[in-house]
């Protein structure tokens, strides 16, 4: 292949060919096929010489050295970290600005996706730098913070009240023991721009030339707590089981016959009501949220073919739940469905009853 596209080459120069294999003797022998023999051909007319391979031991050792070297960083060597927390109410982030021990500048901007206070935001930057720091092999840290409340905490100066702070000072007190030696000083706002311009999602006043920023999204806090949510608000099934534990009615003389004539269609069992039925068996009776997303799972989940009201009712009470909103919460979805109004026939109906329209003729007499 190479001296039919580099011919004029070949033919003005002598080839020498260094190899292991004995092609020489294979092309110039007479045992030979013929294919063989047309290779022979096409390069003779070129001046090649084969020569043996020499051996590369200097490679080989310069090779071995490179890859077994291991780099050992110098204790003296500083990482400088600047940190700063933005918390609005909208948008809540933190910038980090990190220099290495030889000068290498590393800009990062994090969104929080959790609500967070402004000295929860400084927190969690400065957590997100120290991890980040500690990933990169950094022995020595040096950091620095506008923020004096958080930096008189780490430091001892001050003490955290809240307990939300606690667990973040002990979270920060637990990763500084991966670091050698470390600080950190507090320092002006206008000291900290760059971190600060990165909070704030906007571009820095010191460096004006391009650079890559890595974003990214911080879906959960560092630390670990638990908020539950209690709803307490009453549902359509707390009659029907009030009055089938304890007999207990409504002070409303027509609520009341009317849950009793209404409650012999329900039954309770271990503390969950039933609905029954002629034809299907004891349906599960839950609440107007949970019904909708067994709605949605029904309709338009992984094996949802969005399908009409009957057969989703259907489908419904086949699986055993039952609420009492169920056709008005069915008829709702599939009409929101955005799936089915674009893949839906259009109606060719008139919106109109069509009338007669009787023409007048002048000349009739």
Same mark, same amino acid.
């Given at each position: 292949?190479?001296?039919?596209?580099?011919?004029?080459?070949?033919?003005?120069?002598?080839?020498?060919?260094?190899?292991?294999?004995?092609?020489?003797?294979?092309?110039?022998?007479?045992?030979?096929?013929?294919?063989?023999?047309? #290779?022979? %051909?096409?390069?003779?007319?070129?001046?090649?010489?084969?020569?043996?391979? !020499?051996?590369?031991?200097?490679?080989?050792?310069?090779?071995?050295?490179? &890859?077994?070297?291991?780099?050992?960083?110098?204790?003296?060597?500083?990482?400088?970290?600047?940190?700063?927390?933005?918390?609005?109410?909208?948008?809540?982030?933190?910038?980090?600005?990190?220099?290495?021990?030889?000068?290498?500048?590393? &800009?990062?901007?994090?969104?929080?996706?959790?609500?967070?206070? %402004?000295?929860?935001?400084?927190?969690?930057? $400065?957590?997100?730098?120290?991890?980040?720091?500690?990933?990169?092999?950094?022995?020595?840290?040096?950091?620095?913070?506008?923020?004096?409340?958080?930096?008189?905490?780490?430091?001892?100066?001050? &003490?955290?009240?809240?307990?939300?702070?606690?667990?973040?000072?002990?979270?920060?007190?637990?990763?500084?023991?991966?670091?050698?030696?470390? !600080? =950190?000083?507090?320092?002006?706002?206008?000291?900290?721009?760059?971190?600060?311009?990165?909070?704030?999602?906007?571009?820095?006043? @010191?460096?004006?030339?391009?650079?890559?920023?890595? #974003?990214?999204?911080?879906? %959960?806090?560092?630390?670990?707590?638990?908020?539950?949510?209690?709803?307490?608000?009453?549902?359509?099934?707390?009659?029907?089981?009030?009055?089938?534990?304890?007999? !207990?009615?409504?002070?409303? @003389?027509?609520?009341?016959?009317?849950?009793?004539?209404?409650?012999?269609?329900?039954?309770?069992? @271990?503390?969950? $009501?039933?609905?029954?039925?002629? !034809?299907?068996?004891? $349906?599960?009776?839950?609440?107007?949220?949970?019904?909708?997303?067994? =709605?949605?799972?029904?309709?338009?989940?992984?094996?949802?073919?969005?399908?009409?009201?009957?057969?989703?009712?259907?489908?419904? $009470?086949? %699986?055993?739940?039952?609420?009492?909103?169920?056709?008005?919460?069915?008829?709702?979805?599939?009409?929101?469905?955005?799936?089915?109004?674009?893949?839906?026939?259009?109606?060719?109906?008139?919106?109109?009853?069509?009338?007669?329209?009787?023409?007048?003729?002048?000349?009739?007499?």
């Amino acid at each position: 292949m190479a001296s039919r596209k580099l011919k004029p080459y070949c033919q003005s120069h002598q080839i020498i060919v260094r190899t292991s294999q004995p092609l020489k003797k294979i092309l110039e022998g007479k045992n030979k096929s013929s294919c063989i023999t047309d #290779w022979a %051909n096409q390069l003779a007319d070129f001046g090649i010489e084969y020569e043996p391979r !020499t051996a590369i031991k200097a490679q080989a050792l310069a090779d071995f050295i490179a &890859e077994r070297t291991i780099y050992h960083p110098e204790a003296n060597q500083v990482w400088k970290l600047y940190v700063d927390g933005s918390s609005k109410q909208s948008v809540k982030g933190a910038g980090l600005l990190i220099v290495s021990s030889t000068g290498v500048r590393m &800009e990062r901007a994090v969104r929080f996706e959790f609500a967070a206070s %402004n000295n929860e935001a400084e927190y969690e930057a $400065l957590l997100m730098g120290l991890k980040i720091c500690h990933e990169a092999g950094a022995k020595s840290l040096s950091g620095f913070f506008d923020s004096q409340l958080i930096v008189g905490q780490v430091n001892g100066e001050s &003490e955290a009240k809240d307990d939300i702070m606690k667990m973040y000072l002990q979270q920060v007190k637990e990763f500084v023991k991966n670091f050698d030696k470390f !600080t =950190l000083v507090h320092i002006p706002r206008s000291q900290n721009a760059q971190a600060d311009s990165l909070a704030k999602l906007a571009s820095s006043a @010191e460096i004006s030339a391009a650079r890559d920023i890595i #974003w990214e999204v911080l879906p %959960n806090p560092s630390i670990n707590f638990m908020v539950n949510t209690i709803d307490r608000s009453e549902t359509w099934m707390e009659p029907y089981i009030k009055y089938l534990q304890n007999q !207990t009615l409504p002070q409303d @003389e027509n609520q009341a016959k009317m849950l009793q004539k209404t409650a012999r269609w329900f039954a309770l069992h @271990e503390g969950t $009501l039933y609905k029954k039925s002629y !034809t299907h068996p004891l $349906l599960k009776c839950v609440s107007p949220e949970e019904g909708n997303y067994i =709605l949605r799972e029904i309709h338009e989940g992984g094996c949802g073919i969005h399908q009409g009201v009957r057969t989703v009712i259907g489908k419904v $009470l086949k %699986n055993g739940y039952y609420w009492p909103s169920l056709r008005g919460d069915t008829e709702t979805l599939i009409r929101r469905c955005p799936q089915c109004q674009y893949h839906s026939k259009i109606g060719r109906k008139p919106s109109n009853y069509l009338s007669a329209m009787q023409a007048v003729l002048p000349f009739d007499k």
